[in-house]
């Protein structure tokens, strides 16, 4: 029986079944491909040879007025004294005839940026059929006369052939080094690395914190997302940064423009809009728009993640925590808020995506946003709170009761209230899921007492606690999952949130969307026959919420008092996203760690973690208190600064720890906000974003004192000394 390799990683298929007989859906188990990326093994000196690993360069020549140049992977170093090395090119190259011509060549060492276009230059192309220096213009003259490339290269070599030894299809050249020039110092492009992440790659994206490797998505996403999904959004954000760029230039900020550029943002953050033709067609609207306006052409979509590696750290950094802000700026406006500073930003930052800036000049822009990011997380608070009153705390059962029942998740409040409207008085509970649960605690969504509690554990669960509910599901904003068959037909997605072939509700020229469809499925449904009681990920059978700004600050004079008496020694706000990576176990570690005279704020999803447990409580106050969403990191904010106030400090000579999970955009938007008021020493995990190079990584630990989480206990001893 033949064995198969996978031509991606290298792996070698040696099963009993024959490979043929694979299910069609099998998976390379190192790197994840289909069974089309499998190739016979027809000689086992191949298979071997596959195991050895090497750089890749490009080796340029000159003869007479003619440049050319290939990539060669066959290059070794012999002596340093005098600096010599070997290398091998294919007799069938020009380049192989030019160089025992000339003599002289230049070797470009190529780093992991180096763009698939580069290789169809140098690799697929002969310099017999094209000047492969009018396709590939990044290049430079050293001193010998002859090209190397400017671009995607972290040295250059500059050398004479000593000598040429046949060697079959190849000859194998040894030449003199006669000048060299470190350019940087990153790595350099191996040959596996190129097959993995050049050759194959599909699609790139690292934005969120499950990205494959802890480096980037570039064959399918770890979400779900699909490659043509992937590239679409790319060329989505290439078009936004365009009309942007053409408004920002002509200074206009019409609204119309801005809400396609929040709702275009929003749409490509994690588990929002798995649709493709969506995007297209949302594509296309945009940059209408700026031909209209007369706007230049989009930049192509392979340089949105290109460049200098920490140019594209800080670029890609300030590109998710706008598509953070917009799914704020979008929840505000569609409760009829919104601040012409904001919108104005959601301009200029887009447009300055476009520009090329000094390190320094996007440090600046990415504090600047930060600013205005507080700015719309008031305004969505303001939003939130003018419409449906100020949270106040809510004890909230993790029962589903018998009869027809919806789930709603996501963090929509005025889909929740449309939904709660259209349900009165027809003996339908409402159950909130995920982000939605602070929604028991307003006023003017707990009043109707259809609102019975909330269901499900984290949203990386869904797949599981999804499927057998006798109930449709409501998805308002992230985090959806590709949806499962046993539970397809009861999946419903409105606003930004688009699955193929999923039911889409969509709203109508007034706002106003008709839930009838999901309402009388419901009934179909019938729900549960008896009462059902569910428990949260620690077993508990309630959790509590609606610990929002107001009520904590209305309760402030008793919080100083149990401090100053010491019954408080310290305040953690152990906020965030929740994610599938096992270490995020960390933060309910953390929780059940803290001292029991420690007050534990949180917020957003993480929460799910440990909210269900019961850590005591601290005079009046359970000793966890939720304050809401992730947008509500604006109250914790604010309760921050009227407790600094108080005790005439500053925020950060305060007994407060932030112990922060990320995954997705929100939480990057979010961490710039803190970082923009100055808030030190901030807890980061599970893992620090992979668009973070290591530069921009160490700049963030030395100003602001940015620290990855290790263990509880050791974070613990450290932060209480
Ligand atoms: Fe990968 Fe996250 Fe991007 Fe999905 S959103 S493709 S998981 S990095």
Redesign the pocket.
């Known amino acids: 029986m033949s064995k198969q390799v996978c031509i991606i990683c290298g792996y070698v298929y040696d099963g009993a079944l024959p490979f043929t007989e694979l299910p069609n859906d099998y998976a390379c188990p190192i790197c994840g491909v289909t069974k089309t990326k499998f190739a016979i093994v027809t000689h086992d000196f191949k298979e071997a040879f596959l195991k050895i690993d090497y750089g890749l360069y490009v080796l340029t020549t000159k003869d007479g007025d003619r440049d050319n140049g290939c990539v060669i992977d066959a290059l070794m170093q012999l002596t340093d004294e005098p600096p010599v090395v070997a290398f091998s090119i294919n007799k069938a190259n020009m380049t192989h005839d030019m160089l025992m011509k000339s003599r002289e060549f230049n070797i470009s060492v190529l780093t992991g940026d180096a763009p698939k276009e580069l290789f169809r230059v140098f690799s697929t192309k002969s310099g017999r059929d094209i000047d492969k220096f009018q396709e590939f213009t990044d290049t430079k003259r050293s001193a010998n006369g002859v090209l190397y490339l400017s671009k995607h290269i972290n040295a250059r070599l500059s050398g004479k052939v000593i000598d040429a030894a046949d060697a079959g299809t190849h000859t194998l050249f040894r030449g003199e080094i006669m000048e060299t020039k470190v350019i940087n110092n990153k790595d350099t492009l191996t040959y596996s690395e190129y097959q993995k992440d050049v050759k194959y790659r599909r699609m790139f994206?690292?934005?969120?914190q499950?990205?494959?490797k802890g480096t980037g998505?570039t064959m399918a996403?770890?979400?779900g997302?699909q490659p043509d999904t992937?590239r679409e959004q790319d060329a989505l954000t290439c078009e936004m940064i365009a009309l942007a760029k053409t408004m920002h230039e002509q200074n206009i900020y019409k609204a119309m423009g801005v809400d396609l550029i929040v709702d275009g943002l929003f749409t490509c953050i994690?588990n929002v809009n798995f649709d493709k033709e969506n995007l297209t067609a949302l594509t296309a609207v945009i940059k209408d728009k700026r031909i209209k306006h007369g706007g230049k052409p989009a930049m192509e979509s392979d340089m949105l993640f290109g460049g200098d590696e920490d140019v594209r750290s800080l670029r890609s950094t300030l590109l998710f925590g706008l598509r953070g802000m917009a799914a704020y700026a979008h929840h505000a406006r569609i409760l009829g808020k919104r601040d012409s500073e904001v919108d104005a930003w959601f301009i200029k930052g887009m447009a300055a995506l476009g520009d090329e800036h000094s390190i320094d000049e996007w440090l600046g822009l990415l504090m600047e946003f930060g600013g205005v990011n507080l700015k719309c997380m008031e305004l969505l608070d303001e939003a939130n709170t003018g419409v449906y009153g100020n949270p106040v705390p809510a004890l909230v059962s993790l029962k589903v009761e018998k009869g027809p029942f919806i789930v709603i998740t996501g963090h929509d409040l005025h889909d929740l209230k449309m939904l709660l409207e259209q349900t009165d008085g027809k003996d339908i509970n409402v159950y909130t899921h995920g982000e939605m649960l602070p929604a028991h605690g307003y006023p003017e969504l707990k009043n109707h007492p259809q609102l019975k509690g909330h269901f499900g554990t984290a949203w990386q669960n869904q797949q599981n606690e999804f499927k057998n509910i006798p109930a449709p599901i409501l998805w308002t904003t992230n985090c959806l999952m590709p949806p499962k068959e046993s539970y397809a037909d009861r999946v419903y997605t409105t606003s930004v949130v688009r699955y193929p072939g999923m039911n889409y509700i969509e709203a109508d020229s007034n706002g106003h969307k008709d839930f009838s469809a999901i309402i009388d499925y419901a009934v179909r449904l019938g729900g549960y026959s008896e009462d059902r009681q569910f428990t949260g990920g620690n077993g508990g059978t309630t959790v509590t919420t609606g610990f929002g700004r107001q009520t904590v600050l209305d309760n402030a004079p008793v919080i100083i008092d149990a401090v100053k008496a010491g019954a408080i020694k310290h305040f953690f706000l152990v906020g965030g996203c929740d994610g599938a990576q096992p270490g995020r176990s960390y933060y309910t570690e953390f929780v059940k760690q803290t001292p029991k005279d420690t007050v534990v704020l949180t917020l957003a999803c993480g929460k799910f973690r440990f909210n269900d447990l019961d850590i005591g409580s601290i005079g009046p106050f359970p000793r966890i208190l939720d304050m809401g969403q992730c947008n509500d990191a604006y109250g914790a904010i604010q309760v921050a600064a009227a407790l600094a106030g108080a005790f005439n400090c500053g925020v950060n000579d305060l007994p407060l720890t932030l112990v922060l999970s990320w995954y997705e955009q929100k939480a990057v938007c979010i961490l710039l906000t803190l970082l923009s008021l100055g808030i030190k020493n901030i807890y980061i995990g599970p893992s620090i974003p992979a668009f973070f190079s290591s530069n921009i990584l160490n700049a963030l630990v030395e100003k602001f004192g940015l620290t990855p989480i290790s263990t509880p206990e050791a974070d613990l001893n450290k932060i209480l000394g």
């Open positions: 994206c690292y934005q969120c499950q990205t494959a998505c996403g770890v979400c997302k992937a994690t």
